[in-house]
């Protein structure tokens, strides 16, 4: 078959591979039908991922169609349209028994990490029952790739980690993918407000269009001046960082109201000064969250209901083939003002 | 009448102050019986507390004897005993309405700072209502001193804010009395491990006295080391920050667990360094809290209950007349090996 | 001034009765522009409220202009407008201090009740710090009516104690005014399914208007049978009981799916049967509640970003001096399709 | 092997069965160890349980060692010392995945009802990885047997879905050996008061020594008088039922408090009469649950910190091939005084 590898650092060849077996009782291989690049796949690509070594398939997100099952696959059969979750869960470690998937023992991010991805044709898929997710008949296969990592990313480690509720004012620092994806999301909720904060003006144009009720430029405006003037000199119930850089984690600190939530959803390369020295007295809570996809079913549940609309994400279209050309397109983002590349196999 | 007046950095004075009168028909004038002395107020003598001005009566903890209310005081009427809360609130304000009393618009942390405070033979309460609390007949005064401030603090900032469940493993960082109070508190909630952490052997003999599973000398013992073997290698579920310096926020950083929850007490007088590049995708939590007292009610409740002994941190006893002794007594904590003075107006 | 006075069951006269004045220092008196007539206002008049005498003023609902206020008031003044809660809270109670308004040891639902209520052209409102909500300038009084009682009740009662989450299968037993504000308001939360309950077809139309995906008509069709088909034969997560008769509280039983939350919003007047014998093993959850409207200031929020229309529930208005017509017209809802009237003294 | 058959109401025979065998790859097979009896087997016997057929082993308790595991089981090993649930959960269903195992699709409550069970030499655990709990080394096994079922059911039927806070009022209807598993978990959280109501002297007996700070004795005393005179008129925040009929869940009604949760721990043989036209408008919380034994990894840890004694419920002790004798004890529980019995696979 046919897959994108990792050959280190900058280089990346779309080549022959051999197609993934079963190894334990509990896989599944699938045959690949639709797929995605995530910001992520950009980074193992400069080699800041030290987990992922040269040979590597890439990717972590798509949908596709059962193949073969194991021994101990009960949930799934040759033919089954399955979303794949970008975490792998074993159902039964401690982690993943309290949900917190992305810590699993025996899984966790490993496709396209440690372990072959889905920038393939085919993928084998460990612990299946747990870690795919039945396609109800009739639902849209490119939407659903979106829910593979950047739906439930944005929505657990940014809507559900800075608990938004109705009438709260929302501030989302990082106007990319992943911030947009928490700015659909947190309209589960139905905040009174929500800020969209990003240099970038052609996605700040989206961002609005998405649902945003205000929009600031920081390349441009004073952030704190225009937040004091949106929230009565409050500042917001709930700031998300979307990002994943001391400056932009340091805007969330300066805008968080007392008895605020700091949710964290950027990937972080270094630290960030936490200025105790003001916040120790103002009743705020900070969190991280690698994604544990605990979240998928419902999230499935919203698109089917038409809660979500996943596709409003997608910019450009590749067959998977052209993968390389698809890297291109996504890694210029601002140039080709892409969001997400969606790869179909056909 | 008497009082222990601030007259700018280093230096304090019991001295002669006129007494107190209402000054809104919400205020009460309340004789002092017992009162304390606590960190904060070492603080406020160094000059690092900006909002305290020369000419100001400290102290923002005590019990003592209604002598007058407003005409809209309706909880509380001449005779009464009364536990004065460290933080006034006025019931009235967004934030009280949503139980954060610490940050009421009219209230707050104002006594001793920013109004006159408890160290005084009289001290007039705001919003005596709200900030005030009848000490049910037969309970012991002193305990009680301890439940105007630094179990609230303990509890709320420390426990709370830890999440602290039945089987958890809890480390504290600092072993003075604010973490003491939270290892009194945090056996509310029947943890499996309690280990405390501080370079002061004594301290660390009283917390082992007071309920510590296991304790480490951090000025000896190597605490990371120690933790791994603790807990299997997995980390601390719950960190409480009880010092406020950057070198014990970090050891909560090293040492919690995926999942664990980093709870600040310690007032921190400048920022620290927040390992976001490991901490990103460690799904925890950080809260920090300046007390609220909500659980005021509770904790008496406890106390009746002899779940609690708040006495337990008393180590020296003073007339209220001798608090010149008792801040000398208090300020050399190491040597003294003072935990809380009690001060009496007899 | 005139109100509108109850004289026993059955009796009620539109009639001159003295302009009220302060009592308390925490009192103020209300000039009411707007007010309607409740479910409750109803059952008083059929003289099911026994704590009603004759003599009193009712109505609960309302807004107005301050006329007067006591002198411990401190959040409002002469002039200032103001949305009336249908819930004295006196702020300084355990119950009030945690929350619980309804059971407001000094309030509670006394307008309209025990004391005096909105009925009338003018009328005293105790505790009007922590009882009256300011109505930020350029809000539509009309609205806010509906925030007096309607909505917190629908919300709070239904939606809130109902627990729904997106992608929920919600079912709502009753369309009437308070039916429909659980329905307004759930939307709140994104749920994928909300089903509506009721024999009146006119109001399951107004349902599928106000956003219900499915109704059931339960004078023709089987709700259990319906209700298998709607949800793959696992039952709702939410039941929201509006009605108050043993029957809908049964259907509530019978629809809901393991884990799902049965929430009480109707009035009782008596006892009905629970199915233990099937629920004890079913990890159901049922809550009741007297609405405490701590969320007056959220919906406030959520009226002024647009995300709630609450005059969509007001069909008919009348002068307030026509408020034997609104009675007439509001007590005859079938015939008349009527939800809510507004009365309005000009 | 040798095991205690069901053979239709009250026949019961221990007699020679085949030894059980793998039938699935996620299946293990457990030698039983230790074993105990449930009230449910009592039910069982008189033939109330219409799931389980004639010919079942009974039994759904136990300690034991692996003797043979399936292909695809990875946590567990010949040899290894194991703690049997008496929920079987596969870890993959949708109502695992939330931690419901008691509705989970592929299992929930199997053993010793609708497969065979326990109370043999051998059994047959099916989803040995999610169903299955290691014992540290150096653990008391019999202990251990009292977290099979009793504990967790204690726990998390009474005390968690009571909510049990520090400082609270709990009281406890019905001593037998699942409400004084709840009285000895209820202290997990600290309560101020736990009254245990029963209508056996001696079982109220072993209540106080086992924590109650107070009994009432239903048969001799009025309880809402004097539930009234321990709380201050106020009624208690938790009421547990652990009967299982209408008068004791009645009385649970009778005792609550406004904002009071009764928490249903008794399996009910019909339904009972809820009091809506009082308890619509008390803000009070009802929740029912089949035990998920989803805290089973968090009470062995706080047996192994001594917290929590299982085996105080232990009364009398038999050998496994005498177990028509411990039926016997168990069955005439008031008259033998027996709690829990004890049985030995020797």
């Known amino acids: ?29 699938v045959k690949i039908t639709k797929t995605t690049i995530c910001g992520t796949d950009l980074h193992i690509l400069k080699g800041d991922v030290a987990t992922v070594e040269p040979g590597r398939i890439l990717g972590h997100e798509g949908v596709g169609v059962i193949e073969e099952t194991g021994l101990s696959v009960s949930s799934f059969r040759k033919g089954d349209h399955v979303l794949i979750s970008c975490i792998t869960s074993c159902g039964r470690c401690s982690y993943c028994r309290k949900g917190m998937y992305s810590h699993c023992e025996n899984g966790g991010w490993i ?28 639902m849209d296969e490119e939407a659903l790739v979106m829910l593979s990592d950047i739906f439930p990313t944005g929505f657990e480690c940014g809507v559900l980690n800075g608990e938004v509720h109705p009438g709260d004012t929302v501030a989302i620092v990082g106007a990319g993918p992943i911030g947009l994806a928490s700015l659909l999301t947190a309209q589960f909720f139905s905040p009174a407000k929500i800020i969209m904060i ?39 119930d709930v700031a998300i960082e979307a990002v994943g850089i001391p400056a932009t984690f340091g805007i969330c600190q300066d805008i968080i109201a007392p008895g605020g939530r700091i949710a964290n ?23 991280t969250r690698l994604v544990d996809t605990v979240t998928t079913s419902m999230l499935l549940k919203t698109v089917q209901a038409e809660k979500l609309q996943p596709s409003q994400l997608i910019t450009h279209r590749f067959a998977l083939s052209d993968i390389i050309s698809a890297y291109d397109t ?17």
């Open 198 to 236: 990003d240099p970038d003006a052609n996605r700040l144009e989206i961002a609005k269009e998405f649902g945003a009720t205000d929009v600031i430029n920081n390349r441009t405006v004073d952030v704190m001046q225009r937040i004091q003037l949106l929230t009565e000199e409050k500042g917001v």
């Open 111 to 138: 496709l396209g990490n440690t372990i072959d991805g889905t920038q393939a044709e085919y993928v084998r898929i460990p612990y299946a029952d747990t870690s795919l997710y039945p396609i109800p008949s009739g």
């Open 1 to 29: 078959m046919k897959a994108l590898v990792y050959h280190g650092p900058g280089q990346k060849l779309w080549e022959d591979k051999p197609k993934p077996t079963l190894i334990h009782p509990t896989d599944a291989i």
């Open 265 to 287: 959803v950027g990937v972080h390369g270094k630290s960030a000064e936490l200025h105790l020295e003001s916040l120790w007295s103002k009743n705020i809570t900070i969190r």
């Open 330 to 346: 996504f890694s210029r983002a601002a140039e080709t003002r892409s969001l997400k590349v969606l790869l179909t196999n056909s």
